[in-house]
């Protein structure tokens, strides 16, 4: 069974461009959810998805999207970068909206210049 | 709506000394709680988590936490410290809704 990865690592972007990050989800898990981690700070909630349906936002723009695929796979899709954006993007799986326990990615870390 | 706070933005031990880190919740409805840790340039990996039942819980590496309702708290403690224990907390709550995070603390050991 394989854990939740996410891709890629680390990643330099300039102001204005957008930014595609993906993850793989563990093994049966059918639900994903995405979390911004500023440095310092602890993760705060993006969206999650259930079955390909965004299931739950929470306070960021529209300019930050996503998808999950069939196979549960996602990409978090980010526009128009700003400075602020630079952060500890993760990744968490699940097995299902009522099963709490979300297993974390290692994450890709996102600097914008 | 629910919150956390983390008492302590960094917290340092001296080796297997009693670790204590503090964590108290707001929460309108009865909540589900977690401890994770995140050592440097990792993820989040779950240390334990209250749902129901038993309100004292074992996690792994030797970590507990006891959910106190009257006192709103789910406090993480370790009897012995190690060095391997270094690492960023961070404790969290929910109940069908995303996990909301607490800043986290910081935790050191000292040789």
């Known amino acids: 069974e394989t854990g939740v990865t996410q891709s890629p690592t680390h990643l330099i972007k300039t102001r204005g461009q957008q930014v595609t990050l993906r993850c793989s989800s563990q093994?049966?898990?059918?639900?994903v959810s995405w979390y911004q981690q500023a440095l310092g700070q602890g993760p705060q909630f993006i969206f999650q998805?259930?079955?390909?349906?965004?299931?739950g936002r929470g306070n960021f723009p529209p300019r930050f999207s996503g998808l999950q695929f069939p196979n549960y796979s996602s990409e978090l899709n980010v526009n128009a970068l700003e400075l602020d954006d630079s952060a500890l993007y993760l990744c968490?799986?699940?097995?299902?909206?009522?099963?709490?326990?979300?297993?974390f990615g290692p994450g890709t870390r996102l600097l914008v210049l | 709506a629910q919150s956390v706070t983390q008492l302590g933005s960094h917290v340092s031990v001296s080796e297997g000394a009693l670790v204590l880190l503090r964590c108290n919740y707001s929460s309108s409805v009865p909540p589900y709680l977690f401890w994770y840790v995140q050592y440097p340039n990792q993820g989040l990996q779950l240390l334990l988590k209250y749902t129901t039942g038993a309100t004292l819980v074992k996690g792994i590496n030797g970590f507990e936490a006891e959910f106190k309702k009257s006192e709103t708290s789910f406090h993480l403690t370790k009897p012995s410290a190690h060095m391997s224990d270094a690492a960023e907390y961070f404790c969290a709550v929910s109940r069908n809704t995303p996990l909301v995070f607490g800043k986290g603390t910081r935790l050191s050991v000292i040789a």
């Open positions: 998805y259930y079955r390909e349906e965004e299931n």
């Open positions: 093994s049966g898990h059918n639900t």
């Open positions: 968490a799986s699940s097995s299902g909206l009522a099963e709490e326990t979300q297993y």
